[in-house]
């Protein structure tokens, strides 16, 4: 499985979304999935998947599926 | 980190409920992240005995969950810097299995399987006499803890 793969793995497994949902509206708050339990879910999610730790700053930025993409090139995680 | 026990008194300072609502007597064991046993003694002289029920007295099974949250979250306030802080339920799974009577001791034993950035997993189980009464998983959270990882520009819901 790519890393394009397992990002969106995570997304689906930890909201319930389909893959036709993972676009650029998806938000923090966008969802009632992603709540701030369904947010820190995901963020646990990615940990795993690609066995990093995020920091702190990092987990308050990553409001969306978007901006996360960025968020993990930063570490070493090409999306 | 330490093992301690905690006793009625001094568990007020790691569990903020109150009487009617405080459903742990005794904490015997401690261990700040890790896990936390102790009991609640029943008496006929329980809030709850009178109407639940009449003639035929049982602690609900809603106050027995809640005395395994109530002692779950003594093994996260007992953490360094997180005494007095008010935590809230967010999911609990829970399996009834026994009655529990006046004049009985109500036994909890709670296990932290996680604790991060505010949120707890965790296992409770209740017994009388040894026997299993309730057992649950329970997910507790510190609200003021969560918050600060939280995307800022949007509101919490």
Known sequence: MDNNAKYDAVFMESFSVKPSELTDKLEYNSIPEWDSVGHMTMIAGLEDAFDIVLEMDDIIDFSSYDVGKNILRKYSVDI | ?157
Not at chain 2, 28 to 41: H, I, L, Q, S
Not at chain 2, 46 to 67: S, T
Not at chain 2, 112 to 138: H, N, P, Q
């Open chain 2, 1 to 157: 980190m330490r093992a301690f026990s905690l006793n009625a008194v001094e568990l007020l300072d790691y569990q903020p409920n109150r009487y009617p609502f405080l459903m742990i007597d005794h904490v015997t064991r401690v261990e700040p992240g890790v896990m936390a046993d102790g009991y609640k003694n029943l008496t006929n002289n329980e809030w709850y005995f009178p109407q639940h029920f009449p003639g035929a007295p049982n602690m609900p099974g809603a106050l027995q969950l809640e005395a395994l949250a109530q002692m779950l979250t003594v093994a996260i306030t007992t953490l360094p810097d997180m005494r007095g802080k008010v935590t809230h339920a967010l999911s609990h799974y829970v399996r009834f299995r026994k009655e529990v009577l006046p004049g009985q001791k109500f036994e909890i034993k709670t296990a932290v399987l996680s604790w991060k950035r505010g949120i707890c997993t965790g296992t409770g189980y209740g017994f009388i006499d040894g026997d299993v009464a309730c057992e649950a998983k329970m997910v507790i959270t510190i609200p003021e803890i969560l918050d600060q990882y939280l995307p800022k520009r949007y509101n919490r819901e």
